[in-house]
């Protein structure tokens, strides 16, 4: 189930791990392509939701990368672009795989599995269509005066629905991670990607913005992406939106500054057209933990984005987050009424969850347990 804005961190973190140490989570990424091919939209969305969720933590993008090395025909990250290609940006099913993806994408075998079917491909399409919205708008009204919101989260430019925000958040942040890469920045030099990205330095957005310059920022610290930049004007343009810069704040004028500092770069200061991380780590397997941050987006985040409708049954005076944990909870107590297990084989499955946990898990450990331990 998606996690709810109230529920406390701890206890879906455990549940998490449970879902991890038991095998379930590997078992659903692994099946990942023939869910998507069957036709049922619903368990689709569950799917993809788990997996969004358990990508908020290390342990779930590993069972996830797990997954594709233990089955690699399953193909669980090529099954998620796919679906990424193929659904409309304001469906749910594309929220969720976005958000997965871009969770994932903290893996660094995953980042490159995704360059190669292509997701960069998809990021750019999409940003250079929502910089098309952005010049219509600007030519409409004379000015950039930034978005409004429409009902559903879609950002509206001239009152036409476009692109969501949450779309353009997440893809841009998938991108940011994807050229951490030198596959990655050698593919963005490959379709162009300064062309996209340079409209869009200025997103009204400032996630977004933060997300675009520090791609930018990273495409440019090649030799040959600064070059054809500079061909193109990329001074102009950073100056220009400097100087209009000054009611956008101070970080985006510290964006700008450093990516006009980067374009300057002296040709042999660092530069990094060659092999980076990649060499250092093909070949390890998802066990090395080659991840780039612990909880890089909290659960929260992707669950502000779905509980916008109030909990069904709902009591006068009870929260939207309190009627939801009480149905929620009803429903699995009902859902579990028959499976329950002796307490033999109960104890069996703790000494193993806990035995899961102490291996891979630590922060999930109780303060008890800990200071038990340390007296012993």
Same mark, same amino acid.
């Given at each position: 189930?998606?996690?709810?804005?109230?529920?406390?961190?701890?206890?879906?973190?455990?549940?998490?791990?449970?879902?991890?140490?038991?095998?379930?989570?590997?078992?659903?990424?692994?099946?990942?392509?023939?869910?998507?091919?069957?036709?049922?939209?619903?368990?689709?969305?569950?799917?993809?939701?788990?997996?969004?969720?358990?990508?908020?933590?290390?342990?779930?993008?590993?069972?996830?990368?797990?997954?594709?090395?233990?089955?690699?025909?399953?193909?669980?990250?090529?099954?998620?672009?796919?679906?990424?290609?193929?659904?409309?940006?304001?469906?749910?099913?594309?929220?969720?795989?976005?958000?997965?993806?871009?969770?994932?994408?903290?893996?660094?075998?995953?980042?490159?599995?995704?360059?190669?079917?292509?997701?960069?491909?998809?990021?750019?399409?999409?940003?250079?269509?929502?910089?098309?919205?952005?010049?219509?708008? $600007?030519?409409?009204?004379?000015?950039?005066?930034?978005?409004?919101?429409?009902?559903?989260?879609?950002?509206?430019?001239?009152?036409?629905?476009?692109?969501?925000?949450?779309?353009?958040?997440?893809?841009?942040?998938?991108?940011?991670?994807?050229?951490? =890469?030198?596959?990655?920045?050698?593919?963005?030099?490959?379709?162009?990607?300064?062309?996209?990205?340079?409209?869009?330095?200025?997103?009204?957005?400032?996630?977004?913005?933060?997300?675009?310059?520090?791609?930018?920022?990273?495409?440019?610290?090649?030799?040959?992406?600064?070059?054809?930049?500079?061909?193109?004007?990329?001074?102009?343009?950073?100056?220009?939106?400097?100087?209009?810069?000054?009611?956008?704040?101070?970080?985006?004028? =510290?964006?700008?500054?450093?990516?006009?500092?980067?374009?300057?770069?002296?040709?042999?200061?660092?530069?990094?057209?060659?092999?980076?991380?990649?060499?250092?780590?093909?070949?390890?397997?998802?066990?090395?933990?080659?991840?780039?941050?612990?909880?890089?987006?909290?659960?929260?985040?992707?669950?502000?984005?779905?509980?916008?409708?109030?909990?069904?049954?709902?009591?006068?005076?009870?929260?939207?987050?309190?009627?939801?944990?009480?149905?929620?909870?009803?429903?699995?107590?009902?859902?579990?009424?028959?499976?329950?297990?002796?307490?033999?084989?109960?104890?069996?499955?703790?000494?193993?969850?806990?035995?899961?946990?102490?291996?891979?898990?630590?922060?999930?450990?109780?303060?008890?347990? $800990?200071?038990?331990?340390?007296?012993?």
């Amino acid at each position: 189930p998606l996690p709810l804005p109230g529920e406390p961190i701890r206890p879906r973190r455990a549940f998490l791990a449970a879902f991890a140490c038991f095998g379930a989570l590997r078992a659903v990424a692994g099946r990942l392509t023939e869910i998507a091919s069957a036709g049922n939209r619903e368990l689709l969305e569950l799917v993809l939701a788990v997996l969004a969720v358990s990508a908020c933590e290390v342990v779930g993008r590993r069972e996830i990368e797990g997954a594709e090395v233990q089955r690699p025909s399953s193909n669980c990250i090529g099954a998620l672009v796919m679906v990424l290609r193929k659904e409309p940006v304001t469906s749910l099913v594309h929220m969720l795989c976005l958000a997965a993806l871009q969770r994932l994408s903290l893996r660094v075998n995953l980042q490159a599995k995704m360059i190669q079917l292509g997701a960069i491909d998809w990021i750019l399409d999409n940003l250079r269509a929502v910089g098309k919205q952005m010049e219509a708008a $600007q030519e409409h009204s004379g000015s950039w005066q930034g978005p409004m919101l429409g009902n559903s989260g879609a950002v509206l430019f001239g009152g036409v629905g476009t692109t969501p925000d949450f779309s353009v958040e997440f893809a841009s942040a998938l991108l940011m991670n994807l050229t951490l =890469r030198s596959s990655g920045r050698r593919r963005c030099a490959e379709l162009g990607a300064y062309e996209v990205l340079v409209c869009l330095i200025e997103h009204p957005n400032p996630q977004v913005r933060t997300h675009i310059n520090g791609t930018m920022y990273a495409l440019l610290g090649s030799p040959s992406i600064r070059a054809a930049a500079l061909a193109r004007g990329a001074e102009a343009a950073f100056d220009t939106a400097l100087q209009r810069s000054a009611a956008g704040g101070d970080l985006l004028r =510290r964006q700008l500054e450093y990516l006009l500092a980067q374009l300057h770069r002296a040709p042999n200061d660092g530069d990094d057209d060659g092999e980076d991380s990649e060499a250092r780590v093909t070949g390890r397997g998802p066990d090395a933990d080659i991840d780039d941050g612990d909880n890089f987006l909290d659960e929260e985040e992707l669950a502000g984005h779905f509980l916008l409708a109030p909990a069904p049954g709902a009591e006068a005076g009870v929260t939207v987050v309190e009627s939801a944990v009480a149905i929620e909870a009803a429903a699995a107590e009902e859902a579990l009424r028959r499976f329950r297990v002796t307490p033999a084989v109960a104890d069996t499955q703790q000494r193993r969850f806990h035995a899961f946990i102490a291996r891979n898990c630590q922060g999930l450990v109780s303060p008890k347990r $800990q200071l038990h331990r340390g007296r012993s």
